[in-house]
């Protein structure tokens, strides 16, 4: 069995490929300096990143991939998953070895793992722009806050800014604790330092910093949420499958 | 806004839950400078009911008040309920302030009738003429278009509106003149033929001047009421295929019927909203306008319903064994679709896998296809062992007919808690 260490970086994947294919000898398993060792292990190679390395790499996948494809294995890291970069890696290795392009070919079992791990995170992705809710502060900005299950705050930033282009808005991750500010002209990666300070525990504002017609609009969405159902066909099973309640916190209507 | 709005708001979205269509798709449209957000293209639901519906647009009505007295309708005039109106300030504004905040894709503006048709139309349009053109709103706008209204403010509408709908509610002439005798076909078909025209001549004043206006460019759709009359399924899903041969109807929606006005005697008493039938009815809707079946072949004189206890794909393919069991390395798409267990997503992965290599079981397994179901009709590298010409239909439909679950509560001994005496 051959380990390879990495630092568990995106470049150090596309490193590690480059190096195998290198040392003609591929992984059977990606660790990092941190995880332990196995009890039996023949070879351990350690992969220092090396952008150059890696940005090889991913040319010959920008010729070997369509965009579609290279756009689903990216997804599939932003999934923070465990094991994903050894399906990742095998995934690759297939890519580069086979003479026509594989990404269609769903009978096997890596490719049709990352197309399924590349649809969940687009999935996710769809619905952090359904359930983003903003709340107006005294400032003027209209502020979101959010804790997705994958890492993919950073794809939703487009959608945003196409449709919010007039006011100011900032989206912030809690569970990972970075977020994303756009100030009319360009969007800024930003990072809380004191997280507790803006005493957010129930997933609603503080009212001393909200907008002066904000409760007031949070309260019309409440009521309008209400009326809309139908009591007759109430159904908390479908009702809790399309809007999941790891999701409730932060909106306003389940509050 | 005031605690005013806060209860119109309650009266008029109660006033016009009971219209299904919630779409937001079909139309894209970018942001413009000095506008306020766009459309995506694809729909976005941004809240789901507790019904489990999904919130994507502000469904509301300028009023509910209204000059007719449909016997299925909770507005009619001899209903004894709160009555409110909206100005059209506090409409655009409500819409606009829900928009920023990430609540909604747009609006779905509908409304009781008052005075007469074409002043109601002549009021909706003007909310709309504001929301576009003074503040340049970009995002999705739904109109219900009045039955009756002349055909110059349909026309109008069209220009402000993404999408248009006029519902049809009852899907035969005589019923409707029994439940809503203020209302006839005729004044329902003519605004659907009117949106029609607009979006076709539209489409030929955009090949030549590519800056021509669009008009309702995500079409138009109807709804229609599911068990306030005594029509079957084959006169529901004949009208629904008529509605698709037109090039601009997306959508037809099936609503439940709820008894909201349980005092009159030419509704049916129901105990709870027809939801299985509903539920098969969108069934064989998607399979009219996905699967390429024909209605004939999902109803006909010999099965005029919808078998409720089995999925209208699946009770087609117990009906036809002849054209079973199919190989999955070999039969075209169309005929993949019609395999009950294969959906348009795993038909196409079929498709795209096969190139490379024959499919097993265990593959389709882990593609997604239900293979309880599809085991019977397909036959793949492995063959199975069992197909539905050994089995036989009948013997199939059983295994697939949900048992009723034996209630934990029913088992409770049932002790009555008398006083102590």
């Given at each position: ?8 970086t ?8 480059f ?69 990742m ?18 009978g ?88 507790k ?17 904000e ?8 009521e309008?949420f ?27 209507e389940?509050h | ?49 507790e019904?489990g ?13 209204c ?22 300030n506090?409409?655009v504004?409500?819409?606009i ?19 007469n ?136 929606y ?11 005697k030419r ?5 709870q ?20 079946f ?8 010999t ?15 117990l ?11 070999r ?9 009950p ?49 050994e ?15 034996s ?15």
């Amino acid at each position: 069995m051959t380990i390879f260490i990495y630092d568990k970086t995106f470049e150090g994947l596309l490193t590690c490929i480059f190096d195998a294919y290198f040392k003609k000898s591929f992984p059977d398993s990606l660790l990092s300096e941190k995880d332990s060792l196995p009890l039996f292990y023949d070879e351990l190679i350690t992969i220092y990143t090396d952008n150059e390395k890696s940005s090889r790499v991913w040319i010959c996948l920008q010729h070997k991939l369509s965009q579609l494809a290279l756009s689903c294995l990216a997804a599939c890291w932003l999934s923070e998953l465990p094991n994903i970069d050894i399906v990742m890696f095998r995934y690759i290795h297939k890519v580069i070895d086979a003479k026509q392009s594989i990404e269609l070919n769903f009978g096997d079992p890596d490719v049709l793992e990352i197309s399924k791990i590349g649809r969940k995170v687009g999935q996710e992705k769809g619905r952090i722009i359904q359930f983003l809710r903003f709340q107006k502060t005294i400032d003027g900005i209209y502020f979101a806050a959010i804790e997705p299950l994958y890492n993919v705050l950073s794809l939703v930033i487009e959608h945003l800014k196409r449709r919010f282009k007039d006011q100011k808005w900032l989206i912030y991750d809690m569970k990972r604790n970075y977020g994303y500010y756009y100030d009319l002209f360009e969007v800024k990666e930003i990072t809380f330092d004191n997280l507790k300070d803006i005493q957010f525990i129930s997933g609603l504002l503080n009212e001393n910093i909200m907008d002066k017609d904000e409760k007031l609009f949070q309260q019309l969405w409440k009521e309008y949420f209400k009326a809309t159902t139908i009591q007759e066909r109430i159904n908390p099973k479908l009702h809790r499958q399309n809007m999941p309640v790891r999701f409730w916190k932060y909106l306003i209507e389940k509050h | 806004m005031n605690t005013n709005v806060l209860n119109k708001l309650k009266i008029l979205a109660e006033s016009a839950k009971y219209d299904v269509s919630c779409a937001s798709s079909g139309v894209s449209r970018s942001y413009k400078k000095g506008g306020i957000g766009d459309t995506s293209g694809w729909g976005i639901c941004h809240s789901f009911t507790e019904d489990g519906r999904c919130i994507s647009l502000l469904k509301i009505m300028l009023t509910n008040n209204c000059i007719y007295d449909c016997a299925y309708c909770i507005n009619r005039r001899s209903n004894d309920l709160p009555r409110a109106t909206f100005s059209v300030n506090e409409l655009v504004n409500l819409t606009i302030e829900f928009y920023r905040r990430n609540y909604i894709e747009g609006l779905f503006l509908s409304s009781g009738v008052v005075r007469n048709p074409d002043y109601t139309m002549e009021r909706l349009v003007k909310v709309i003429k504001d929301l576009r053109s003074i503040h340049r709103f970009n995002g999705y706008i739904h109109m219900k278009s009045i039955p009756g209204a002349s055909q110059e403010l349909v026309k109008e509408a069209g220009f402000y509106a993404d999408r248009l709908s006029v519902n049809i509610e009852i899907p035969n002439e005589k019923s409707l003149q029994q439940l809503a005798p203020e209302k006839d076909f005729k004044s329902i078909l003519e605004p659907m033929q009117y949106i029609q025209q607009g979006v076709l001549q539209s489409a030929e004043e955009r090949k030549k001047y590519r800056y021509a206006p669009r008009f309702a460019p995500a079409g138009q759709s109807t709804q229609m009421i599911i068990g306030a009359t005594t029509d079957t399924d084959k006169d529901i899903l004949q009208l629904s295929s008529a509605f698709y041969q037109k090039p601009t109807m997306k959508r037809v929606y099936y609503s439940g019927y709820i008894p909201v006005n349980e005092y009159d005697k030419r509704l049916p008493m129901l105990k709870q909203p027809p939801l299985i039938r509903e539920n098969r009815l969108y069934q064989a809707d998607w399979l009219l306008r996905f699967y390429s079946f024909k209605v004939d072949e999902i109803v006909n004189d010999t099965f005029p319903d919808l078998d409720l206890e089995i999925d209208p794909k699946l009770s087609w393919a117990l009906r036809h064994p002849e054209y079973f069991p199919i190989d999955i390395n070999r039969a075209d798409y169309e005929m993949l679709l019609r395999v009950p267990g294969i959906g348009i997503k795993s038909a196409k992965l079929i498709i795209v896998s096969r190139r490379h290599g024959n499919l097993g079981t265990y593959q389709l397994k882990k593609i997604g296809i239900i293979m309880k179901k599809a085991q019977y009709f397909i036959t793949c590298r492995e063959l199975p062992p069992k197909t539905i010409h050994e089995m036989s239909p009948n013997f199939i439909k059983n295994l697939f007919i949900s048992k009723p679950k034996s209630n934990p509560r029913n088992l409770q001994l049932n002790i009555p808690f008398d006083s102590a005496e």
